[in-house]
């Protein structure tokens, strides 16, 4: 049987895979999260994953999983939440946006929700920041992929000094 967990995880790895950067980037899991996957030793993605069919998805952080990201945030150099919207795609945020609507102060029962109009950008508020945020779905991939090329071209240079 396919837990509901795996489905959604494996929506986002999908996503990974099916680029044409996948061939260059190695991927684990973090063996402190069950929810933490890790790009070429430099990046993490935080997966969490909504189950609402439509439009607005909850996702619930309670203090564990803010303090695993503020953890993953210490511990490597690009942290990235994607949120698995249901069957609708998935909002990507890097670690400022994910600072701007969820502060680094633990509570109980923050959240994060997401909303789509159709063909409009995802629109993200969180308990501790009422400003509307925009992501589109199409930014999932391509921005977890930027922080790790910029981290290779970066790496390069310093070896070819």
Not at 10 to 25: F, N
Not at 83 to 97: H, K, M, P, W
């Amino acid at each position: 049987m396919i837990r509901q967990v795996e489905y959604y995880h494996g929506v986002a790895l999908a996503r990974l895979i099916r680029t044409d950067s996948a061939a260059a980037i190695a991927i684990r899991t973090h063996p402190a999260s069950r929810s933490t996957y890790v790009l070429d030793e430099r990046v993490a993605l935080y997966v969490k994953y909504s189950t609402n069919r439509l439009s607005p998805w909850p996702f619930g952080f309670n203090v564990q999983h803010q303090s695993e990201i503020a953890e993953l945030r210490a511990e490597f150099e690009h942290v990235f939440v994607a949120l698995v919207c249901g069957l609708d795609g998935i909002a990507c945020l890097d670690g400022a946006e994910y600072q701007r609507v969820l502060d680094d102060d633990p509570q109980a029962g923050e959240w994060i929700k997401v909303a789509r109009a159709a063909r409009q950008k995802y629109r993200i508020t969180g308990s501790d920041d009422r400003t509307v945020y925009r992501v589109g779905n199409n930014e999932y991939p391509g921005k977890v992929y930027a922080a790790a090329d910029k981290h290779r071209s970066t790496a390069g240079q310093a070896l070819s000094r």
